[in-house]
Structures are given as structure tokens and as C-alpha cells.
């Protein structure tokens, strides 16, 4: 079983559409970050949070430190939202770099 | 806001050739540089952590003579990948660690093609 399981792996959504992907982990934890990655390859952290939520835009992430849960939602969601999403765990007293990363959700917009 | 500059983005190379890929911290200084690779549907894999001044450590089953990694300054970590195989080519990419209150920033990658 993986440390950090994301779900949906695929997920296919119309435009405007409110969209959330979770993440679940099963190892102790610092922080969780949220990554987008495009076509292309390169990888933008949207958010690090520890606990609670956090907005940026339409984008909201929320965590359960006690669940080991954590949500990234879309909302009014827009084709240049398609991408890969990868919830990656931190504990900074760990190995492996410090960052364990789930296998990601692909999200595909259409217009 | 402090970002990491990888190059090459994209790079082909003959079997039996090396490719040195860089990542340069950019207004922070980064004693740590960690070095992943990427296989097309995976997971990011860590190969191998690089620190300022020392030796790379690197992660088991990863070749230290094939991933040579040079960070021998705070703003400059470098992948040289050493007889290139149609096997080595993959989607390599960076991170380097800013604070506990940002996290982790990454590099744009590199996609390395072997011919």
C-alpha cells in the first residue's frame, strides 16, 4: 500500500464545474504540499499547509491532521486548469528527501 | 519569488554521450538539492540528495559513477548523466527545500531523450 493515495486518478470535469481531489497518507507528517504540473513537465507548488485551509483564487486546500486527509478543491473550474495534481507529504525529519508524493490526479477540463 | 532555473528543458542525446543538466537557485541560497526522475504515469522517484560542499548521497539502486551530482556552490546543483542509454532517458527534475513556511520548490525539468 502506498504511503500517500490520491483519488480520483482520472477525473474529467466541464467547465464550471467544482472539482476536488483527496489525498490520503499513512505515515506521520510535517506538512503536505499541493503540486500542479502541466503538459511539459514542470511542477508548481500551489499550496504548503499544516493544518486547516488555505485559498488562492479559485483554489482551496484543506487538511485533517488527525483524518491524515487532505482535499485540493476547484471551483468554477476552467480548461487551463487541466493538469496533473500531485499531493506530496513532507516530514522533515525524514529520508527520501524529505517529500513522499502520490502517483497524482489527472484533471481534464472541457470547455 | 525564489524559484529554481533548470536547463536544459529538453535535450537529445547519441548512446555513449554525457549530459550535465543544471539547477540554479534564484534568489535564495540552497544547501540542499534533491534530484528526481520521473517515468512516464509515476511518481516523482528521489535519486539522490545533493549538499553544498560534500559528497551526494544517493538513493539505493541509483548508479553514483552513471548520476554524477556537483552542488559545489549554494545556488548551483549539477546532474551529469555519464554514458547515456536509451534507458536513461526520462523526465529529470529538481527541488530545493525554502523554508518550513513555503516548503519545497521545484525546478521546470528536463525531458532527456537517448538515441
Known amino acids: ?24 497518507y ?17 511542477i508548481v507548488s500551489l499550496f504548503m499547509l499544516s493544518s486547516g485551509k488555505k485559498k488562492h483564487g ?22 487551463r486548469d487541466s493538469a496533473v495534481y500531485i499531493c506530496a507529504v513532507i516530514n522533515y ?15 481534464s477540463v472541457k470547455p | 519569488g525564489a524559484v529554481v532555473s533548470q536547463h536544459p528543458s ?3 542525446c547519441k548512446s555513449g ?6 539547477c540554479r537557485s534564484l534568489d535564495f541560497q540552497a544547501t540542499t538539492m534533491f534530484w528526481y ?11 539522490a540528495t545533493s549538499n553544498e560542499g560534500s559528497k551526494a548521497t544517493y538513493e539505493q539502486g541509483v ?3 552513471k548520476f554524477l551530482i556537483n552542488h559545489a556552490s549554494l545556488t548551483l546543483s549539477t546532474l551529469t548523466v555519464t554514458s547515456a542509454h536509451p534507458e536513461d532517458s526520462s523526465f529529470y527534475i529538481c527541488s530545493a527545500l525554502l523554508d518550513r513556511v513555503f516548503g519545497y520548490t521545484f525546478g521546470s525539468g528536463t525531458r532527456l531523450t537517448v538515441v
Open chain 2, 37 to 47: 526522475r520521473q517515468f512516464p504515469k509515476k511518481s516523482l522517484m528521489l535519486m
Open chain 2, 63 to 65: 548508479e553514483k559513477d
Open chain 1, 93 to 107: 525529519g525524514g529520508s527520501q528527501g524529505n517529500l513522499i508524493f502520490g502517483k497524482g490526479t489527472k484533471l
Open chain 1, 26 to 42: 499513512s505515515v506521520g507528517i510535517s506538512a503536505l504540499h499541493w503540486l500542479q504540473q502541466h503538459p511539459g513537465g514542470g
Open chain 2, 10 to 12: 529538453r535535450v537529445i
Open chain 2, 17 to 22: 554521450t554525457s549530459v550535465k543538466i543544471e
Open chain 1, 1 to 24: 500500500k502506498n504511503e500517500v493515495e490520491q483519488s480520483p486518478q482520472n477525473l474529467t470535469a466541464q467547465e464550471g464545474e467544482f472539482i476536488t481531489i483527496n489525498c490520503s
Open chain 1, 58 to 79: 479559485r483554489l482551496i486546500a484543506t487538511i485533517n491532521i488527525q483524518e491524515k486527509h487532505s482535499s485540493l478543491h476547484i471551483t468554477a473550474s476552467h480548461p
